[in-house]
């Protein structure tokens, strides 16, 4: 395992904030996360939530905006946020749009070319990222959840239920959940994974949760005023899709709430209290 | 009065985050704010706290980075926070340096060219903005506070000791409190109100309490392992201050904290709490 470099480090809510870099052997490439770590770990190893932000977003977006040092520090979980996708991989074309290459990784390891090399955030998130942690932080490799945003939702969704021992739960802000069937997903499935849709399902929620549950009960909030709901977001699509195998789903209408963080710092408590439970800190 | 533009709006913690401009008297331009209106507001008049940035800040680093909203929806209260300076005024150099100029206007009203004529931050703060406030939101104008962060910190503790009957109470975290005696402060006051020391009094914390205490205690925090602590912010010196004429403080110095908004965020809800018990709110 590759040295870490350590790029910044604050104290905050008696716990330790810091942002960090490693050279990936996922992604070929150096890959940038944030640490929280609640006071609680002073005295032994703590739970793991990672979050996986959205579109456009980096390693540092949700820890400045979503206020969850907070509630992390009160529960005593320590929080993980990697970056959205690798960068500067010198793939063509990367930087050229904001849903595809840099910040919109997608959560998915790519098989076509140019995205194969380097974006792997699939295996980043669900393999090296733990190892990482659980051997240079008082993590307790025993315990971990995972949550996430818009594209980061779809990402924990896609994690959570192909590896359902893996995360004791999952929950999602306004995420993408249906991505095979919205234009989002369509875009960058067919250039990541190319275009026959049918090795789509690996990294489709809807299609996931249908072949296998993941058990314990999901949590979605959704804002009714997000400007991407019906075009791309579409949770009713999870819905039909949880109703069909009897997975346990709670999704919330939050009226009036757009597709942005103040709608995330609004309810990130109530994530993290439902992965506390899950967790048996609270 | 002018009217206001609104810039964005976004549902937060039950209550409502918006930003706007105006056509400013004070500064001969416009000005941005940002507001956050809590849900108690539905049932009346509420409580305004007055939050000043500090240099290079926005009106919208506050609102994103502090966590401030969950503590304003809790209590009831609204909170405003105004841009730093007046930008893109046409003065010179104005945008040469951080801490002179757009994003510096260290909450005074110049005097010295060719910053008088937009420069007015001061009038901006007390006087036209709680006017803009209370005419177009639901604020209750008998009950105001404010409070800030480093050279907001100095405006806050600035406009408190010269208006002890306009605001209930004000705390600071990290504040500038001598700026006549700093290498900020003796910068920007030779630059904005001439090179005349005696004239820089009227906006000088330390000098201000001993002529006139604010009565009320005084919070302050501050980290020690703040970057500007020994050099730009000597908070001892308003210790000293506020001890020759009885002013009660209450300065904390919170052991391994910077001077970022990771700190700001930790102790944000101490200080509206302080706000909310002399706002009559708790």
Redesign the interface.
Known sequence: MSALTRHAQ?????GT?SFWSHASTSCNAPMRFAVFVPPQAAHGPVPVVYFLAGLTCTEETFM??A?A??WAAEYGLMLVAPDTSPRHTGTPGEDDEVDLGSGAGFYLNATAEPWAKHYQMYRFVTEELPQVIEANFPADPQRRSIFGHSMGGHGALVCALRNPTRYRSVSALAPIVAPSQIPWGQKAFSKYLGTDPTTWAEYDACALVQRQPFGAMILIDQ?T?DQFLTHQLQPDLFVQACQAVDQPLTLRF?????H????V??FV?DHLKHHAQALGVL
């Open positions: 604050h104290r905050c809510f008696a904030m400045i905006k206020g040092q907070r804002g005023s939050q009226e009036g709430y757009d942005g963080y103040f709608f710092a609004t408590g």
